[in-house]
């Protein structure tokens, strides 16, 4: 069983960057492939980033491509999400997810791949 925690949203202004981390408190991440999603104010929740259990391989949302940088530490057992150049649109509660990995080199880009999901972290980019 995994669990995981995010931390490190907040109020920013547009224009400016927050570095979200994602922490397992129970088990371990090494296996998995990781991944945030967002969810804004009455829109359904979307894919953002995902990064394979190795770490090599990476793949983004357009919304998001050039500003936003997906990383893990596996020694640290955390998932960061670097969000830079803010826009008031990437307004939302952004959540890191886990998807069993099998040691394959592969992203997946779904919710329903996901095997466990953070509570989420509330982003507020205001103009």
């Known amino acids: 069983q995994v669990q995981l925690e995010e931390s490190g949203g907040g109020l920013v202004l547009a224009g400016g960057s927050l570095r979200l981390s994602c922490t397992a408190s129970?088990?371990?991440?090494?296996?998995?492939?990781l991944a945030w999603f967002r969810q804004a104010p009455g829109k359904e929740r979307e894919f953002v980033a995902t990064?394979?259990?190795?770490?090599?391989?990476?793949d983004y949302a357009d919304s998001v491509k050039g500003r936003f940088t997906i990383s893990r530490d596996n020694a640290k057992n955390t998932v960061y999400l670097q969000m830079n150049s803010l826009k008031p649109e990437d307004t939302a509660v952004y959540y890191c997810?886990?998807?069993?990995?099998?040691?394959?080199?592969?992203?997946?880009?779904?919710?329903?791949?996901?095997?466990?999901w953070g509570k989420g972290t509330l982003v507020t980019v205001s103009s």
């Open positions: 129970r088990g371990s991440l090494s296996n998995y492939g």
């Open positions: 997810a886990a998807a069993r990995s099998f040691l394959r080199e592969t992203l997946d880009c779904r919710e329903e791949a996901m095997d466990y």
């Open positions: 990064v394979s259990w190795t770490g090599v391989s990476t």
